[in-house]
């Protein structure tokens, strides 16, 4: 079908706004006398703490508040406390343990599908170097960063856990009491019948492989403010993917109903993830308590955030394959490790969701998935860009690839031999693959980076730098379901002239979801972009219900909310453009600010004529507005690939990126150049997951070594080649405009293609990343290659 809009390169609708400074962070928000808070962290890995005294904190001038774990509620007292507020504020609640979960997941009605709760907003006993122990209220930072130097802790070392290893073994002190071993959980699947499906394999191969930790770091660090309204509501603003979900978690940290609170989001400065977690804003809001409701910002470091926020969860996989002379796998056995660090947050969903997406690709008789995911004495692991996929996908990637190199395959057929077909139905999800162009992806990447010539001029290679090429594929998804809820909601009101407002509970978080949303009503309403006023802004007092920007879903589900919204108001104006003209409204449409004959398209009568009459007509006024939710029960499954060409310094170790496409089928591409720029950062991480990026830590103590942008070692603008991004739109049918999504799939497959690219110059197979300079030149020594 041919569009107007959707298809077309827009400009964001945000980008005047942001290029000129006049979009608004939470940062640019300030409240009268407003104070400032600060956290005190444990400077140990696992402690206990035996003693606090803040005294010397409280009395130093201009200091309001010192927080303990002994100031806060226990949820089951607090819940049944008329007034906990007044209560808390004054001191009133008697101290017991209080625990919560923090991760942006929708809530569940089902107690077992909830998020572990294994948190307090301050603890007694420290689980990382950086847990939060205490914090100071002051009138300005110096004072709250000098007050934090006067509280006295005493603490009871424990020894520290600073591997899954070490955590399992036996006899190893407990990080939390009530997971044993400290397993957070070890829930997998097997479809078919492994052990017996291996047997009738010609060939087995196995391999092991392992990834590593790594921060977001988006540019904007965790910030957020929050003070008590006239009507004794907690009102946060805050810079976050999930302001609904943060009203929750806020409510049920303090035992509080969660009418109680009130939750902004203005502009946020990227998230990746990070923002999917409730990491702030319970502290924040037990401030404002602190000190009789009055405003307190809460802002943290970057080398705060980098440790005291979360992290992508290191993976260790085992694989065993059983395939066919032929090339078709006939049996897979993923065993995998997950370090969750010292608190559940997203735990063992990661797992779960790498398991669960790479069925998706290659679907074989028997498929047999050993998660378990252990608790360390290390920063919390939680949401980040691909959700486990990006570990899951480097290692079957790369053990794929070891396949057709011992089976002498061209590693693009063997794959090809055993990709999944339209029709294919998931056997746990029952997701149907209704749509998918991985084949024409592989073939245009191939197309791309020239793969067969350079594969045969790079065949025999000698000397100091060596050239090689490598691909992956990858699935995903479009959104969570089934296994949790996907609600969306959007709101549209027509205004006198015909232009709308819309408003969204999806939050805008950089990734350009407002201009995709504005052009779907554009394209729907026949009016141009400018006039969709898109309220960008959310509040959860006012804004329509949705659980958030995560999983790649807001294109795909709250894009059916939005599609849903505007055929609804599309409707009504055509309704009374029917009163006013007497032709059927099933004969009508909308195009150019005019209701048009649909098949003709001869103008019928102006959109604006239509909108005032539906303010001013003195018997039948009625303002045209849509208020629509959506619950997607659906999935829709992207696929695709990256292709790399590399170069290697033998002598010092360094890989040099020559060329790199990031070909995807996303089903319709609503905006190209915002898709693009998708492609771009996404590969652009997958670039320094490969190559450089890794939290380093004291393996006897915890202590980071590198929570800073000086020797954390990002990508910059000369460590990032020209990035080719590439699309295959095979429009999916359960999507609005057959969209299916993007936001997170061009994270997963650069590391594994980097990797086989090496794998392809050297010979030599690199199955741990980041693949640095260091870790490389030992390799080469180790295997003689030096």
């Known amino acids: 079908m041919a569009y107007t809009v959707v298809g077309k390169s827009v400009r964001r609708v945000d980008a005047i706004a942001k290029v000129t400074g006049k979009a608004k962070y939470t940062d640019d928000f300030s409240e009268r006398n407003m104070l400032v808070g600060k956290i005190l962290h444990s400077p140990y890995a696992h402690a206990i703490v035996k003693s606090i005294d803040v005294s010397k904190a409280k009395a130093l001038p201009g200091v309001e508040a010192v927080l303990t774990y002994k100031d806060l509620p226990d949820i089951r007292y607090a819940t049944a406390l008329p007034g906990v507020i007044e209560a808390i504020a004054t001191d009133d609640v008697d101290v017991a343990e209080l625990k919560y979960g923090t991760a942006g997941h929708p809530f569940s009605l089902d107690e ?21 122990i205490a914090a100071v209220v002051a009138t300005d930072a110096l004072i709250a960063a000098k007050a934090l130097k006067l509280i006295e802790v005493e603490y009871e070392l424990l020894e520290p856990l600073t591997s899954p290893e070490a955590a399992l073994k036996e006899g190893a002190p407990l990080i939390h009491d009530d997971s044993e071993r400290n397993i957070l959980s070890s829930n ?62 806020v409510a049920q940290s303090l035992g509080i109903s969660w009418g109680r609170v009130r939750v902004i989001k203005p502009y946020v400065g990227g998230g990746f993830g990070n923002k999917q977690d409730v990491c702030i804003e319970p502290l924040n809001a037990a401030m404002t308590l602190a000190v009789g409701g009055r405003p307190v910002r809460l802002e943290l470091s970057r080398e705060e955030a980098m440790i005291d926020t979360r992290t992508r969860h290191a993976f260790k996989f085992k694989i065993k394959t059983g395939i066919n002379n032929d090339g078709k796998m006939v049996a897979i056995h993923i065993s995998a490790i997950s370090n969750t660090g010292a608190y559940a947050s997203h735990g063992h969903s990661i797992a779960g969701s790498a398991g669960g997406k790479f069925r998706y690709l290659y679907p074989t008789k028997a498929l047999k998935y050993d998660p378990i995911t252990v608790y360390t004495n290390l920063p919390v692991a939680g949401a980040m860009r691909g959700y486990g996929t990006p570990q899951i996908f480097f290692a079957f990637e790369s053990h794929i690839e070891d396949i057709a190199k011992k089976l002498n395959m061209d590693p693009v057929e063997l794959r090809k031999k055993n990709l999944v077909e339209v029709g294919y139905v998931d056997p ?95 394209e729907i309403l026949g009016i141009p972009m400018y006039m969709v006023h898109v309220i960008s802004t959310q509040d959860t007092d006012i804004t329509p219900f949705d659980t958030g920007s995560y999983a790649s879903r807001q294109t795909y589900v709250s894009g059916m909310a939005v599609e849903k919204a505007a055929l609804e108001v599309k409707k ?15 004969v009508l449409d909308l195009r150019d600010q005019y209701v048009v004959m649909k098949e003709s398209g001869e103008q019928v009568i102006a959109l604006e004529i239509v909108a005032m009459q539906s303010f001013y007509d003195r018997v039948n006024a009625q303002p045209i507005t849509s208020d629509v939710s959506n619950n997607a029960r659906i999935n829709a499954i992207p696929f695709g690939v990256t292709f790399a060409e590399v170069e290697v310094d033998i002598k010092t170790g360094k890989i040099k990126i020559i060329e790199i ?39 006897a103590t915890g202590k980071p070594l590198n929570n800073n942008l000086l020797d954390y070692k990002l990508p910059t603008i000369m460590d990032t080649p020209d990035i080719g991004a590439a699309f295959v739109e095979k429009e999916d049918p359960t999507g609005p405009f057959g969209v299916k999504s993007l936001g997170e799939p061009p994270i997963v497959s650069p590391a594994p293609a980097i990797r086989n690219a090496v794998l392809d110059a050297t010979n030599v197979a690199f199955n741990r990343i980041p693949m640095n300079p260091q870790r490389v030149f030992e390799k080469f020594k180790e295997t003689g290659l030096i």
């Open 661 to 699: 496409y990031n070909v995807h089928d996303s089903g319709k591409i609503v905006n190209p150049l915002l898709a693009e720029g998708q492609v771009h950062g996404g590969v652009s991480m997958g670039i320094g997951y490969a190559l450089s990026e890794q939290l380093l830590f004291d393996e």
């Open 428 to 522: 746990a999800s029952k997701n149907k693959i209704m749509s998918c162009g991985i084949r024409e992806c592989i073939e245009k990447g191939k197309e791309l980076i020239n793969w067969d010539v350079k594969k045969s001029l790079y065949k025999e290679q000698s000397g100091d730098k060596r050239r090689g090429l490598g691909m992956a594929c990858f699935s995903y998804a479009s959104g969570t379901y089934p296994v949790a809820l996907e609600l969306a909601g959007a709101r549209i009101v027509m205004n006198q002239d015909g232009s709308v407002q819309l408003q969204l509970g999806a939050t805008e978080i950089g990734q350009g979801s407002d201009t995709v949303f504005a052009q779907m009503v554009s």
């Open 188 to 249: 997998g699947y097997e479809i078919g019948n492994f052990e017996e499906a291996v047997k009738e394999a010609d060939r087995v191969f196995e391999g092991e492989y392992e990834t590593s930790i790594v921060q977001h770091c988006h540019m904007e660090n965790q910030v957020s403010h929050a003070y008590v309204d006239s009507d004794r509501r907690i009102v946060i603003m805050s810079s976050t993917q999930i302001p609904h979900i943060v009203r929750r978690i």
């Open 572 to 586: 009504k104006v055509l309704e009374v453009a029917h009163k006013l003209t007497d032709l059927p409204a099933h």
């Open 112 to 132: 077992s599908h909830r998020d572990k709760e294994d948190r307090r907003i301050l603890t007694q006993k420290a689980r990382f170097v950086g847990d939060n």
